[in-house]
């Protein structure tokens, strides 16, 4: 079956950095464009990097371009977000998933918290 099994997040100073994982099994890994999704709470989640099958083109919502960094590893099907800078809006828990209207079943999601 499928499974997301998000890692990496924790407690950051402000101006930090975190590096998050998301392990994909089940699926075509190879075959999906991937997201980081984050979700604070009482906010919906939103979509804040995509990166497409290959790997080759990145996209970020303004407020983490310059800061966050998508990558993938095909070959571990897995897909990272490293994220610089960090500032206490970027607080939230963070999902991996597909970018297609029709999602993958959520995985437990890793949280984030900036804090001084």
């Known amino acids: 079956q499928v499974q997301l099994v998000e890692s990496g997040g924790g407690l950051v100073q402000p101006g930090g950095s975190l590096r998050l994982s998301c392990a994909a099994s089940?699926?075509?890994?190879?075959?999906?464009?991937m997201g980081w999704y984050r979700q604070a709470p009482g906010k919906e989640r939103e979509l804040v990097a995509s990166i497409t099958s290959g790997g080759l083109t990145a996209n970020y919502v303004d407020s983490v371009k310059g800061r966050f960094t998508i990558s993938r590893d095909n070959a571990k099907n897995t897909v990272y977000l490293q994220m610089n800078s960090l500032k206490p809006e970027d607080t939230a828990v963070y999902y991996c998933?597909?970018?297609?209207?029709?999602?993958?079943?959520w995985g437990q999601g890793t949280q984030v918290t900036v804090s001084s």
């Open positions: 089940g699926i075509i890994f190879s075959g999906n464009a």
């Open positions: 998933n597909n970018v297609r209207y029709s999602k993958y079943p």
